[in-house]
T-cell receptor, first 112, second 113 residues
Framework: DADVTQTPRNRITKTGKRIMLECSQTKGHDRMYWYRQDPGLGLRLIYYSFDVKDINKGEISDGYSVSRQAQAKFSLSLESAIPNQTALYFC???????????FGSGTRLTVV | AQSVAQPEDQVNVAEGNPLTVKCTYSVSGNPYLFWYVQYPNRGLQFLLKYITGDNLVKGSYGFEAEFNKSQTSFHLKKPSALVSDSALYFCAVRDAGNTPLVFGKGTRLSVIA
């Protein structure tokens, strides 16, 4: 099983619909992150959480919300999806300290 | 604020030739620097990192990177490129505090047989 699992892998949804992307990890890491990837723009941070009671906005949090249900679970919601939220979304985890991130395989979201 | 620049959108190199993917950064204090690789339809995979110590860092798949503090650069290198190295490469930086990683826009490497 993957260390960081994202569901669904692919999703097509309609404008105005609410959608939730889920992330779970078996790394035992405290820190979890949501990034979105757009061609030519790299990865941009949406939200991050350093522990269950800690939620922080990233660079592009407007239109998104998150929930840290447990140390191992961090979900991203789009309350009312719009077409410019079409992107590849990545969840990542890290331990406290100088280590790097472990990424999930991504969720490709298309809003029509 | 932290930032990363990858000045080349695309790098083309012949198989067997050396390759360099460029990265410059801006951060307050000492940088923590990372390189990640993304193959098609996959997540990002860690290649190497610089935290402190020797300026030449060796990583996975024969890649290495050189930290240059005066030029604020952290270029990724490999002595002999393989076709299988073709992928999207991301440089990332953060400071020594609790800030998340900031990623560059990525450089697409194409190794031609």
């Amino acid at each position: 099983d993957a260390d960081v699992t994202q569901t669904p892998r692919n999703r097509i949804t309609k404008t105005g619909k609410r959608i939730m992307l889920e992330c779970s990890q078996t790394k035992g890491h405290d820190r979890m992150y949501w990034y979105r990837q757009d061609p030519g723009l790299g990865l941009r941070l949406i939200y991050y959480s350093f522990d269950v009671k800690d939620i922080n906005k990233g660079e592009i949090s407007d239109g998104y919300s998150v929930s840290r249900q447990a140390q191992a679970k961090f979900s991203l919601s789009l309350e009312s999806a719009i077409p410019n939220q079409t992107a590849l979304y990545f969840c990542a985890t890290s331990a406290t300290g100088a280590g790097g991130y472990t990424f999930g395989s991504g969720t490709r979201l298309t809003v029509v | 604020a932290q930032s990363v620049a990858q000045p080349e959108d695309q790098v083309n190199v012949a198989e067997g030739n050396p390759l360099t993917v460029k990265c410059t950064y801006s951060v307050s204090g000492n940088p923590y620097l990372f390189w990640y690789v993304q193959y098609p339809n996959r997540g990002l995979q860690f290649l190497l990192k610089y935290i402190t110590g020797d300026n030449l860092v060796k990583g996975s798949y024969g890649f290495e990177a050189e930290f240059n503090k005066s030029q604020t650069s952290f270029h990724l290198k490999k002595p002999s490129a393989l076709v299988s190295d073709s992928a999207l490469y991301f440089c990332a930086v953060r400071d020594a505090g609790n800030t998340p990683l900031v990623f560059g826009k990525g450089t697409r490497l194409s190794v031609i047989a």
